[in-house]
């Protein structure tokens, strides 16, 4: 079975600085898909950002990029030009690429907050 | 477009009474998913329906708890008798068809329960 280590439980970060959230998984698969959800005390779960594991390219969406180490099963999570409404739980998700396996296997999540 | 609607979003009971919790998916997605959150944690599945069929609910504690997606639209989760330890939120979440490339999973705010 897939599991998915957050190792950090609260970070903090000055506004508009960067910060990094870790996350490592464990898997024998070689497709697989990853997540990075941020969870506002809204409770609403919302998809920050995803990588295939056949892409070598790192993503990116605006001030939000991954760093992923396939070969070290890390998928870490970068923040940059922090805001004060990025402060929330940042939940790190694993997907199988097999077709049956469509259910996301979630870390414990980090708790981020943003100093103003 | 509205997102993932659930119902209601705070309810409190007294243990051994029953519970119901109501998902309305988005419209054309096949693929509704019923997860839990206990504090601290990341969400956990408990079953997944593709249209009207259940084909993994393996997590679900079949003794207390139901769920049934009738029409393949909107789906009921069902606790009866409660248990303390079943206050938690319960996140609904869909998807379009399953199993394909980097399907993704929009949540919704989800149903806070608190057992007495």
């Known amino acids: 079975a897939q599991t998915v280590t957050q190792s950090q439980p609260e970070m903090s970060v000055q506004e508009a600085e960067t910060v990094t959230l870790s996350c490592t998984y464990d898997t024998s698969e070689s497709d697989y898909y990853l997540f990075w959800y941020k969870q506002p005390p809204s409770r609403q779960m919302i998809l920050v950002i995803r990588q295939e594991a056949y892409k070598q390219q790192n993503a990116t969406e605006n001030r939000f990029s991954v760093n992923f180490q396939k070969a070290a099963k890390s998928f870490s999570l970068k923040i940059s030009d922090s805001q004060l409404g990025d402060a929330a739980m940042y939940f790190c998700?694993?997907?199988?690429?097999?077709?049956?396996?469509?259910?996301?296997?979630f870390g414990t999540g980090t708790r981020l907050a943003v100093r103003p | 477009e509205a997102g993932v609607v659930q119902s209601p979003r705070y309810k409190i009971i007294e243990k051994k009474q029953p519970v119901a919790f109501w998902c309305n998916p988005i419209s054309g997605h096949n693929t509704l998913y019923w997860y839990l959150q206990n504090l601290g944690q990341g969400p956990e599945l408990l079953i997944r329906?593709?249209?009207?069929?259940?084909?993994?609910d393996s997590q679900l504690p079949k003794d207390r708890f139901s769920a049934e997606r009738l029409k393949g639209v909107d789906s009921t989760l069902k606790i009866q008798p409660a248990e303390l330890g079943d206050s938690a939120v319960y996140l609904c979440a869909s998807s379009l068809v399953a199993g394909s490339g980097a399907n993704v999973l929009t949540f919704g705010a989800g149903s806070r329960l608190t057992v007495l």
């Open positions: 329906y593709e249209n009207e069929e259940a084909v993994d």
């Open positions: 998700a694993y997907r199988s690429g097999k077709s049956s396996g469509d259910k996301l296997t």
